[in-house]
Structure formats: structure tokens, C-alpha cells
């Protein structure tokens, strides 16, 4: 397969291509003409030529050809402008690359064959190693390639979320079995989750040095947790993925969702940007982070569903309300719905380049 390439940048260094891009000067705090827009999901099923592109591939299979991912990525660059690309893959595939069983059964998500739940299964999980992600380094440097001064965005997900799929079997509303093993067994917890944030860094530390320009730790499920209980049985985890990654003078974005009651809580986990939900003003997110740091989101989903006055009209708030942060990333509060319509995301990406 091949791609067409957007603008070159030979001269720039792996893992170096964001310092001087609208991202990373607003993942710092400086003062930009207007906020870098990229979007959660933006390489996706909202994209017709996704849809006709991924025909007969699975997910896993397509997360794991590095023409297929190029191809995928660049799609929503060169469709709307974004200011960033989101490196296509998903949270499971260095779970599966240790070894893992696990199906991503379309409609229903990521289903575990043996759930994790006993001491001699955490003991069972091994190490991630570079070689076997090496087709996603690969990818990366493909697409840094294609992108020049674009900055991509590698992800992984976080300890806690990742824990949630392995215990429960698959996705859950009520997170019951997660938790049941969190309160019951915490020397079983923490080595499952210690074991998790070594896979998690490991797999972000490939993409960096492949060129990915900066991170995003994906925690989908935490918000169902308390803060004290955040605080004790998920934070010391998450902090230990970004420091592992310290070295690395790129942006790092945490981000998790139903989080407001937590957002104070993720920031200390050494992220240098905090993802919001839509749940929350961005203005009241950035005070409850303590104003020094900068902030992503938090547009609903669902709003790009209604009428473009609609649209236009949350749009500029929430731009506005970035205002009050150090630092604003234009985003979604979680990632594009599938019935979105791609020029609607469009013309999004126009006017908050033009605010």
C-alpha cells in the first residue's frame, strides 16, 4: 500500500518533531495564535475511507500491519487539518503481544479467553519486549515519514484500565470483579498493576523512539473510583509509566473519563497535560489541577450530532473557557461517535483555527 506523503522534515530527530509545533508550545503553557485541535477516535469509524479501508481485516490484524496503520493515520490529517495525528492501534495489542488471548469482538470490545485473577495468573504475565511491538515501531517511523512537522501521538492505556479488562473478562459497567480483587487481594492487585505499568511504558518508550512527538496514557475506566481509593490502589502505577518516560522532554497527556473528581489527583501522576471530560468546565478543570498546568478536551461527542449553530456555540465556549488554563488542547471529552459526520469535524478544526 502506498501513501501520499504530506511535508518531509529529515532534519528533525526522533521523538523531536513537536518542539516547535502549536501542540507542544501549548502542552507548555506559551501563548499560541489558537489552540492545537486534534481529535480522540479521529482515525476511525466515522471516516468513510476507514470503513472501505479496514473491509475484511480485523482490528488486532490491522493494528499490527504497519502499511494499514500509516494509511489509517494519516486519513483524518489529511481530511480535516487536525493539528496532530493519533497513532492507530488500540490499549490490548501489547497484551496480546505478551502473550495474551484476547479477541476485540465488534459491537461488544476487547473479551480476555482466561481473565486474570489469581495470584498464579499475575505471575504468568511477562514483560514487554521491544521485539515484540516491533511492527509498531516500524509504523511509527512510517508515519513520522509521511507526517514532517505534524506532530503523532503515540497511546497506550493505563495500568487501571488495562487491570479492568484482564479481571473482568471484557468491558463493564459496574467494574464489580475489578474492585472485588482491589479491596480483597491488594498484594495481587499491585503486582498486576506493576506488571501493567511496565508493559505500558515499555510499549509508549518504543513509540517515542521510533518519532512519535508526544503521549497520551488512555485510563477509560478509572472514574469509577473514589479518590482516596485512587489515590491508594491506581496512582503509585500511573506515576510510575511517566516516570519511567521522564527522560523523554515531549508532551505526556493523561486523560480519563468520569475523572472530575479526580482530575487534581491525575495531574500529580507527572503528565504535563490533563485530559477533561465534557462532564466538567475546562475553566473549573484547570482550578482543580491548580492553574499550572495545561489542559485537553472537552467537547461532548455527542454535540457534533446537532445542528451546526449548536455546535459553533460550544465550540467557542469551550475555547473560551481554555483560556483560563495555562494551556489548551482543543479535543473531544472521549472519542468521535461513528454516526459523526467527518465535515462537521471539519469545519470544527476551521473555526477553532480561526478563534
Same mark, same amino acid.
Given at each position: ?9 529529515? *532534519?528533525?530527530?526522533?521523538?523531536? @518533531? ?5 501542540? %507542544?508550545?501549548?502542552? +507548555? /503553557?506559551?501563548?499560541?495564535? !489558537? ?8 482515525? $476511525? ?38 493539528? +496532530? ?6 490499549? =490490548?495489542?501489547?497484551?496480546? %503481544? ?25 505471575? *504468568? ?19 513520522? %515519514? ?9 497511546? %497506550? ?19 464489580? @470483579? #475489578? ?17 501493567? +505499568? ?35 490502589? =491506581?496512582?503509585? !502505577? ?8 521522564? /527522560? ?7 486523560? /480519563? ?27 473549573? *478543570?484547570?482550578?482543580?489541577?491548580? $492553574?499550572? #498546568? +495545561? ?17 459553533? @456555540?460550544? =465550540? ?5 473557557? /481554555?483560556?483560563?488554563?495555562?494551556? !489548551? ?27
Amino acid at each position: 500500500m502506498t501513501t501520499t506523503p504530506l511535508e518531509t522534515s529529515d *532534519a528533525q530527530p526522533p521523538g523531536g @518533531r513537536a518542539t516547535g509545533s502549536l501542540l %507542544a508550545r501549548a502542552a +507548555a /503553557g506559551e501563548q499560541v495564535a !489558537h489552540p492545537p485541535v486534534w481529535f480522540m477516535r479521529q482515525a $476511525g469509524r466515522s471516516l468513510p475511507e476507514y470503513r472501505k479501508l479496514r473491509q475484511g481485516t480485523s482490528m488486532l490484524q490491522s493494528c499490527r500491519t504497519p502499511d494499514l496503520v500509516t494509511e489509517i493515520t494519516l486519513q483524518p490529517v489529511r481530511r480535516h487539518g487536525v493539528d +496532530a495525528a493519533i497513532f492507530f492501534s488500540d490499549i =490490548v495489542v501489547p497484551l496480546v %503481544a505478551v502473550g495474551l488471548d484476547i479477541e476485540i469482538v465488534a459491537g461488544t470490545g476487547p473479551v480476555v479467553a482466561h481473565p486474570v485473577r489469581t495470584a498464579a495468573d499475575v505471575a *504468568a504475565l511477562r514483560r514487554l519486549e521491544e521485539a515484540d511491538v516491533a511492527d509498531i515501531a516500524l509504523s511509527v517511523r512510517q508515519l513520522v %515519514a509521511e507526517l514532517g512537522d505534524v506532530p503523532l501521538i503515540g497511546f %497506550a492505556g493505563a495500568p487501571y484500565t488495562l487491570a479492568s479488562y484482564l479481571i473482568e473478562g471484557g468491558p463493564s459497567k459496574e467494574h464489580a @470483579r #475489578t474492585k472485588a480483587l482491589m479491596y480483597s487481594e491488594p498484594a495481587v492487585w499491585h503486582a498486576l498493576l506493576g506488571r501493567l +505499568a511496565e508493559i505500558s511504558a515499555t510499549f509508549l518508550r518504543v513509540q517515542i523512539e521510533a518519532g512519535a512527538s508526544a503521549i497520551q496514557l488512555f485510563d477509560s475506566w478509572v472514574g469509577g473510583l473514589s479518590a482516596a481509593d485512587y489515590a491508594e490502589y =491506581v496512582l503509585p !502505577h500511573s506515576q510510575a509509566v511517566f516516570a519511567e518516560l521522564a /527522560g523523554h522532554r515531549i508532551p505526556k497527556i493523561h486523560f /480519563g473519563v468520569g475523572t472530575g473528581e479526580l482530575l487534581d489527583l491525575m495531574r500529580s501522576a507527572g503528565a504535563s497535560v490533563v485530559g477533561v471530560d465534557w462532564r466538567i468546565p475546562l475553566d473549573v *478543570a484547570a482550578r482543580r489541577i491548580g $492553574g499550572a #498546568t +495545561a489542559v485537553q478536551g472537552n467537547l461532548d461527542p455527542a454535540v457534533l450530532l446537532a445542528d451546526w449553530p449548536v455546535i459553533e @456555540r460550544a =465550540v467557542r465556549r469551550i475555547v473560551e473557557e /481554555g483560556r483560563r488554563a495555562p494551556g !489548551h488542547i482543543f479535543n473531544l471529552g472521549h472519542g468521535v461517535l461513528p454516526d459523526t459526520d467527518p465535515d462537521v469535524l471539519t469545519r470544527v478544526v476551521e473555526l477553532v483555527h480561526s478563534l
